[in-house]
T-cell receptor, first 109, second 112 residues
Framework: GENVEQHPSTLSVQEGDSAVIKCTYS??????FPWYKQELGKRPQLIID?????GEKKDQRIAVTLNKTAKHFSLHITETQPEDSAVYFC????????FGSGTQLTVLP | NAGVTQTPKFQVLKTGQSMTLQCAQD?????MSWYRQDPGMGLRLIHY???????DQGEVPNGYNVSRSTTEDFPLRLLSAAPSQTSVYFC???????????FGPGTRLLVL
């Protein structure tokens, strides 16, 4: 069936280290792959997105890569800081924009 | 612009009660949707609408009804609340179902 798998479900890193979250999807109806960040008790908010005409996109400490042939995409956060601690969701354009199950990232000081 | 707004922020219901969760957006988005968020389950689509007068079911529609009489409003109705509907509910809007979703602040619902 149509689904988006996200790994890992939890991730702890030391401040200053890098974090990588990976998602795979079954199929896609368009070329838009966003990532959202959700802080505790707040709404999900878009942090970065990528369209399948490019393989990588960077925005300061955040980067996203996309391999449409292999049907997977990843979020990379470098030089992590305590304020990066949150739940991160990937989303893929299946019949509708479909979200992964989320990754709880904890940055340890 | 207020973006996407939701009311109430928090609600406690007894099993069998009904209620309506309100959602409004002022961005003139055609697409609106409702998600529920449970621990470890991510965001699951309940119902969505591609424009006024048009609604469709998402992944988990049972127990919920929606209508879309205007572009701005997309209420979610629980006809007979059950404890399994305890969750956080997010409304979202967008230009289309395959583009960036803008989320409301959420409604936390507890069904006893």
């Amino acid at each position: 069936g149509e689904n988006v798998e996200q790994h890992p479900s939890t991730l702890s890193v030391q401040e200053g280290d890098s974090a990588v979250i990976k998602c795979t999807y079954s199929d896609s109806a368009s070329n838009y792959f966003p990532w959202y960040k959700q802080e505790l008790g707040k709404r999900p908010q878009l942090i970065i997105d990528i369209r399948s005409n490019v393989g990588e996109k960077k925005d300061q400490r955040i980067a996203v890569t996309l391999n449409k042939t292999a049907k997977h995409f990843s979020l990379h956060i470098t030089e992590t800081q305590p304020e990066d601690s949150a739940v991160y969701f990937c989303a893929a354009p299946l019949r509708q924009l479909t979200f992964g199950s989320g990754t709880q990232l904890t940055v340890l000081p | 612009n207020a973006g996407v707004t939701q009311t109430p922020k928090f609600q406690v219901l007894k099993t069998g009660q009904s209620m309506t969760l309100q959602c409004a957006q002022d961005m003139n988005h055609e697409y609106m949707s409702w998600y529920r968020q449970d621990p470890g389950m991510g965001l699951r689509l309940i119902h969505y609408s591609v424009g006024a007068g048009i609604t469709d079911q998402g992944e988990v529609p049972n127990g919920y009804n929606v209508s879309r009489s205007t572009t701005e409003d997309f209420p979610l109705r629980l006809l007979s609340a059950a404890p399994s509907q305890t969750s956080v509910y997010f409304c979202a809007s967008s230009y289309s179902g395959l583009e960036t979703q803008y989320f409301g602040p959420g409604t936390r619902l507890l069904v006893l």
